[in-house]
């Protein structure tokens, strides 16, 4: 399992859930203050005293109290996500997409070299690749604001 951070510069953290582990509240509350929050310190200097805007779905690690708690704690915000609005995630709709036509047909000997190139692919992407992605979300949160929540992208 892949969970990305990224922003309109580029990734901020590449996280694959160890071999066999659910993921839960309490994975994913772990991840946001142990890897999140100094991905953030590396790569993002100076956000953290600003304000860091978290863009998620409606999955239960992600609604759940805990979680909520932590992004609270932390001091993040949460990006409002609209109800059954399946094709409003960034990732789903703009990067794993091309990422699984990427890697279509190629054949992997171990769970490293699936990684090796989801990195790979992840890295060759230029800056405006994910400029390009958040401005997509941009314009289908603006359809869904316009239509009433009436939006699914077909």
């Known amino acids: 399992m892949l969970t990305l951070f990224w922003d309109m510069h580029g990734l901020i953290l590449v996280h694959f859930q160890a071999h066999g582990q659910t993921v839960n509240s309490a994975n994913y509350c ?21 304000k860091v805007l978290l863009h998620h779905d409606n999955a239960c690690p992600h609604t759940a109290a805990a979680t909520v708690e932590t992004v609270q704690q932390l001091g993040f915000e949460l990006l409002q996500y609209p109800p059954y ?26 769970d490293e070299e699936v990684k090796e190139a989801v990195h790979t692919w992840l890295r060759e992407q230029p ?7 958040i ?20």
Not at 40 to 46: L, N, P, Q, T, V
């Open 30 to 50: 772990a991840m946001l203050q142990n890897e999140l929050k100094s991905a953030i310190c590396k790569k993002r200097r100076g956000m953290l005293s600003k």
């Open 85 to 110: 609005s399946p094709d409003m995630a960034p990732s789903d709709y703009h990067i794993f997409g091309p990422l699984k036509e990427a890697l279509r047909g190629r054949r992997f000997a171990s």
């Open 127 to 133: 800056k405006s690749f994910f400029s390009a992605g």
């Open 135 to 154: 401005q997509k979300l941009v314009e289908r949160y603006n359809k869904c604001i316009v239509l009433q929540g009436d939006y699914v992208e077909k």
